[in-house]
């Protein structure tokens, strides 16, 4: 499918590594970076004191409670000196050492600079695993990710909208 705007990846990298391409964009301006099952149900706005900030979700089942904190790449706002500073900080062996997982050098390069989302904007952004299933849709939550199975595509909720699988003309 043909998307205006959008930029190719170009590198060959495996999995999740593939988002570290848009740290290396010279793009300006800050950008929302989600994964491709994340439904908005109202307009997410970053408020004017975050707007220079990275905001990054915390892995809601590695909180710091029980297990120790780790951020999630699936849901960040990374303003471009904070795209730059991850892109500083890879190198394509990095794939290998961290067993093909993306996250815990996420963690390691964010962890001390980026705001939370969980802390700074309430059940706006929440996991449909932990937040809604079975218990529905909040008036205060505004963009829902789902982080494995089941997927968006793949359940029957009245507030998911029907996936358009239409080319633009």
Known sequence: MDVPGAIPLTRNWPKWWGKYEIYASDLEGPALVIDLDTVFVKTLEIRPEHEDKAIIIRDVWRDGTRRPERLGGGFMYLPHLARKKLW?????????????????????????????????????????????????????????YFHGIPRPWSVQESWIPPLDTKQPS
């Open 88 to 144: 500083s900080a890879f190198d394509p062996d990095l794939i290998k050492k961290y067993n093909g997982d993306d996250q815990p050098l996420l963690h390691d390069v964010m962890s001390e600079v980026a705001l939370r989302f969980q802390d700074h904007y309430l059940d706006e952004v929440v996991s449909y695993k932990a937040y809604v299933k079975g218990i529905g849709i909040q008036p205060e939550n505004k963009a829902i």
